[in-house]
């Protein structure tokens, strides 16, 4: 397996700004970018928590250029490019490789529930075939609790043997650490890289030959995740993991993309922020209060977090 | 409520064909559709079992167009136009209210599980008021088995009472006729319209107020579902209610998109029919063998059907 461009550390499904339209907002989409690779997180842009799919392939394609246009390095790219329909996995997955991003996210199709390991192979398959280009570096996007389509051991065996240049990791979102665990134990070893969806995680993952983590609070708390990502061996790492581990649980007593969203536009200063699009629902007020109360008492902080006013 | 353009009757939701190359097939797609009007049933094009969800919103508005630019009358159309992505959403339903589409099917966003009911609210709600058409009628589409995001009895009241003139029935496939009865029994006095979505519930639901049924077989089985729906008052109905159960319960033993699809193969002799696309699989030789051998069995027939060799 080719072991260059590979992608590693902590990666953000970075939120998605709109504007009061409900339209795709490039500027702070931008900006947030920049301030996440600045706390050496990168880019997991589309994934679940960017409600990626709340937005169109066009809509996806245009950040996504807007972003590459602005400077932002493609080599810290993930993009989630994986759609219901086969036609708009191969657009989106093809313009992320023309782009140069070091890696596509890709969820299985979601739709069609109780479909076998053939049809998903035949998916990731024919993009692949149909991308047509050695530069594609494939991370398979298993998210069960929200997808309710898997993507298990067999299929993941399969693929390697058969893509072994191109499906090259693995996000598990199944929040399911003997799941992760299996990932770990029969992939790993040969070079595969497996990121925990989130960073509770991370510290396990990287005691079992993990590669980091993707994770929803990555958005909000990057550079604490990342530290641990870089000093997991050192003494202090376990504490360090129950230090992330109280952001993580204070975030997830509320609805996880609205709060994030919420913690952003608090600390930035800047409402807009708190925008999502339907069938999401921002936090009411009493709820955003009540969520930075809660992260005021664990003394949490955004440093440098900077968006347009 | 206003009842003009109206959809009653049965509505089959057109099996979608696609070439070698998984490509929609646009030739065959007419015909098949100008042979079910001939069988008396009207379009659903678009629907869980047309695959629509594997199609990207260009590859359906293509579809659609040639349908039209064919002859075939809007009128008899009711396309499935609800995807996640809001924007996507919007594209395809003021397309086909500008083609002049008597209906639009609409599942709600589909990724994102649990979501609110004012979520789903505020999603609909936009997409009426973005497309900004006084035609558009909207049919909700509830099928929880497959879309795991439940169109509840609240959120149909609400949406009737904001939107009478344009949310103007429901597609209800639970497959639950206790959640259909309740919704004909709360709605249909009103002049909601109440298609069950499968012929099973059609002579039930008749009874009860129903407008007629959307249902997978009425792609096989057309004309016989169809005069059910013209004679429920009929003495014989419940003998043909349960004649149509033998047909659809042959079909229900095979995974129902890809025997659907072979039906059609084997009744026009048009192998081609058979394919499908990626994450669903086509029957093998042994099942399609076995699921001719079982409709042989119960005499079933596919009258006039055609297709181009």
């Not at 392939?57 to 080599?75: C, H, K, Q, W």
């Not at 991308?131 to 298993?142: A, E, F, K, P, T």
Request: hydrophobic share 40%; net charge neutral; aromatic share 8%.
């Amino acid at each position: 397996m080719a072991s260059a461009r590979r992608i590693k550390g902590v990666l953000s499904p970075v939120v998605t700004p709109f504007k009061a339209d409900c339209s795709p907002d490039a500027e702070r989409f931008i900006k947030q970018c920049k301030w996440l690779i600045s706390q050496n997180v990168g880019l997991a842009c589309f994934g679940t928590n960017s409600e990626a799919n709340s937005l169109s392939v066009a809509e996806r394609i245009e950040l996504l250029d807007a972003l590459v246009a602005a400077g932002v390095d493609p080599e810290r790219m993930m993009p989630g490019t994986g759609c219901c329909a086969l036609s708009d996995s191969v657009t989106l997955t093809a313009h992320a490789v023309k782009l140069g991003c070091a890696g596509a996210l890709m969820l299985p199709p979601f739709y069609y529930k109780g479909v076998s390991d053939e049809g998903l192979f035949r998916n990731f398959s024919e993009v692949v075939q149909r991308v047509g280009d050695s530069r594609l570096r494939i991370y398979l996007y298993h998210i069960p609790p929200v997808s309710q389509v898997s993507i298990t051991l067999p299929l993941i065996e399969r693929l390697i043997k058969t893509y072994p240049d191109t499906v090259v990791g693995i996000k598990d979102s199944s929040g399911d650490w003997n799941n992760t665990k299996a990932v770990l134990d029969n992939f790993a070893k040969t070079g595969f890289s497996v990121f925990p969806g989130s960073e509770t995680f991370l510290l396990a993952g990287m005691r079992n030959g993990g590669s980091g983590c993707i994770s929803a609070t990555a958005n909000v708390n990057p550079a604490a995740i990342a530290r641990l990502h870089g000093e997991w061996q050192n003494a202090d790492a376990d504490a360090r993991q129950e230090a992330l581990n109280r952001v993580r649980s204070t975030f997830a007593k509320y609805p996880m993309i609205p709060a994030l969203k919420a913690a952003v536009a608090h600390y930035a200063g800047d409402p807009a922020w708190t925008t999502v699009r339907p069938p999401l629902v921002e936090l009411d007020a009493g709820q955003r209060t009540k969520l930075i109360d809660d992260l005021s008492a664990i003394d949490f902080v955004m440093p440098g977090l900077k968006s347009p006013k």
